[in-house]
C-alpha cells in the first residue's frame, strides 16, 4: 500500500508544481520499481504485479520519448494491463490458453513434480473448458478495468486519479479474483488448485 499506492501520489504532490506534470509522473513510478528490484533481489523471481510495474516504466519512457503528454503517462499500469488481457484472450486461439501456463509455473514452485501434475490435469474431462472459461472472464475484465481507468484519468484531476485509481483498481482485481475462486470451488474437475495440491499417483502436494 505505502509503496505501490501512497508514495506515487507524495512524490508527484511534491514535484509537480517545480517540474511539471509529466516529469513528476514519471518520478512517481521509482518508489514501485525501487520495491520491485529488492523483492527481485531477495526472493530471485519477479512475480505478476512487479512484472507490470516494470512494464509500466517501460511504457513511460516510450511515452516520453512520444512527447510527454500527462494523460499518456498517467494511464501507463492501465495500458498494462489491457495489454495482459488482450493476450489472454488472443491465448484462446491456442492449444492451451495463457492461464493454464501461468497455473503451473506457479504449481511447479509449490509442490512436488507440480509440472507433472499440471500436465496430467489437463487431461482431465472438463478442465480445458475450465481454464478457457477462466481466460474469458479475466482477459474481458482486464480490458474492461482498462477502458474504466482511461475514462478516469481523462475526466479527474491528476492527484485524484493517482490516489483513487489503484483502489478502484485492486477492488476490480479482487471482484475477478473471488469470481475465480467461487468458480472454480464448484468446479470438481479443477477444484484441486484451491488446495494447493492435485493428488496423483507418486505426487504429493502442500497442504
Request: proline residues 6%; hydrophobic residues 55%.
Amino acid at each position: 500500500m505505502a509503496v505501490n499506492f501512497i508514495a506515487p501520489y507524495l512524490v508527484y504532490e511534491a514535484l509537480d508544481d517545480a517540474y511539471g506534470d509529466s516529469w513528476a509522473l514519471i518520478v512517481s513510478a521509482v518508489p514501485p520499481l525501487l520495491w520491485s528490484t529488492v523483492e527481485l533481489a531477495r526472493t530471485k523471481r519477479i512475480d505478476a504485479i512487479s512484472l507490470i510495474v516494470v512494464a509500466s516504466i517501460l511504457f513511460t519512457v516510450v511515452a516520453t520519448a512520444m512527447g510527454g503528454s500527462p494523460r499518456l503517462i498517467q494511464i501507463r499500469d492501465a495500458m498494462v494491463t489491457g495489454v495482459v488481457g488482450l493476450t489472454f484472450l488472443a491465448s484462446l486461439l491456442l492449444k492451451r490458453p495463457l492461464i493454464f501456463y501461468l497455473a503451473r509455473a506457479a504449481m511447479s514452485r509449490n509442490t512436488v513434480a507440480g509440472f507433472e501434475a499440471y500436465e496430467s490435469l489437463w487431461a482431465r474431462p472438463g478442465v480445458p473448458a475450465a481454464f478457457r472459461w477462466l481466460t474469458v472472464v479475466w482477459g474481458m475484465g482486464l480490458v474492461a478495468q482498462t477502458g474504466a481507468m482511461c475514462w478516469l484519468a481523462w475526466i479527474w484531476p491528476i492527484p485524484r486519479y493517482l490516489l483513487v485509481s489503484p483502489v478502484i483498481s485492486a477492488a476490480m482485481f479482487g471482484g475477478l479474483m473471488m469470481a475465480s475462486l467461487a468458480y472454480i470451488a464448484r468446479n470438481p474437475a479443477v477444484r484441486p488448485i484451491l488446495r494447493g495440491a492435485i493428488t496423483w499417483p507418486g505426487v504429493s502436494g502442500n497442504r
